[in-house]
């Protein structure tokens, strides 16, 4: 268990200029652990003088440059660095599991049973994460998970859903995709890629079916994304989706994909597109599940972190302050470009889109 004090500094080594998922968990807690009033910073990796990005400027986040190596401080890192642990030999130090199979793949991979990590206090972020560690003869972890940002808990209105299957062509599981669509060519599929965090949930709303038949190797957030917004969800049987307690929807939306269900698959998604009135009910509890999920995320710090004098402030100036940062931050083009994303309607984002690819002699209006 770790021991904070009153001048405890909590560093989150976290990769520098990326938008991920595991990302935006490593930006929740630091913004929660400084809402209650620890001393909490992130340590890009590696040192970039502008880290700020405006896809975060919703988190109350600080940033350091390095890390003081004390022992009453506390070094977290995620399990694609657990050599960012190596170079200090006082601090408290902390291992997060947000994703079993990146840590697979790394060629450096964190050392269980070695002297130097029996001190390592771990995290997991999904029940898939702590059946790993259990594997590894690691049954001493506690569960720090995440959750999603606020733009995807807008009220959904069943009427305007369409007949669409939504999915993800990026991690992995294009073939799958490719081997429904030929299996049945009258079911409109659209691909989640390309779009900015509001496009995204907007797209979320409108379809009725999501599929992710790729690795989770965490408790992947798009599933829980499309879920709140309505649509029933159908995973593989891989990683994270294998377990209730991550992907918590009736077995029989999960499929087998070694044996790879193709007419089952179909059957299931025209039963959903369909029948959607009926089946959208099978999902609630996963729903109510998602919803819980900050509520959840907040008392699993308390439990290992405690809490403090609050530091709270209005979410508006946080915004305000994170939004200045990344303008100071950034040349003028990033910072219109980030800007015109973020908090510009989107149909003005697009027509501006639109507009100054007609400049360039790109796809503008009435171009092909």
């Known amino acids: ?77 995620s399990e694609v660095n657990p050599r960012g642990l190596d170079a200090y030999h006082s601090i408290q130090k902390a291992l997060w599991w947000l994703s079993v199979d990146n840590h697979e793949a790394l060629k450096d991979q964190f050392q269980f049973g070695r002297p130097e990590t029996a001190g390592v206090v771990h995290f997991v972020q999904s029940a898939y994460a702590a059946s790993f560690l259990e594997s590894k003869g690691q049954t001493d972890f506690f569960y720090l998970t995440d959750y999603l940002h606020p733009v995807y808990f807008s009220r959904i209105n069943p009427q305007q859903k369409n007949d669409v299957v939504l999915y993800t062509p990026v991690k992995g599981a294009q073939h799958f995709i490719d081997r429904l669509m030929r299996g049945d060519p009258s079911i409109q599929w659209l691909p989640l890629t390309g779009m900015i965090r509001k496009l995204h949930a907007q797209t979320m709303r409108r379809g009725k079916v999501y599929v992710d038949f790729g690795r989770h190797p965490g408790k992947d957030r798009q599933p829980r994304e499309a879920v709140v917004n309505g649509c029933c969800v159908l995973v593989g049987q891989a990683g994270a989706a294998r377990f209730q307690a991550d992907v918590p929807i009736p077995d029989s939306y999960k499929f087998d994909m070694e044996r790879l269900e193709t007419e089952r698959i179909l059957e299931t998604i025209r039963a959903c597109l369909v029948s959607y009135e009926t089946r959208r009910h099978d999902f609630a509890a996963y729903a109510k599940f998602v919803r819980e999920d900050e509520h959840r995320f907040e008392e699993e710090i308390k439990a290992i972190f405690g809490v403090k004098e609050s530091k709270a402030s209005p979410l508006v100036m946080v915004k305000l302050s994170n939004t200045l940062a990344f303008s100071r931050q950034n040349d003028a083009f990033t910072t219109a470009r980030g800007l015109m994303n973020e908090l510009l309607p989107l149909s003005v984002t697009r027509w501006s889109k639109q507009l100054y690819l007609s400049t360039r002699g790109g796809p503008g209006p009435g171009r092909r």
């Open 1 to 77: 268990m770790l021991n904070i004090y009153k001048n405890t500094i909590i560093y989150v080594l976290c990769p520098a200029k990326i938008v991920t998922g595991g990302i935006e968990a490593i930006h929740q807690l630091v913004h929660k652990l400084r809402r209650f009033g620890h001393d909490a910073r992130i340590v890009p990796t590696p040192a970039v003088p502008n880290p700020v990005l405006l896809q975060y400027r919703n988190y109350d986040v600080a940033f350091d440059s390095g890390v003081v190596d004390n022992e009453r401080h506390v070094l977290i890192t």
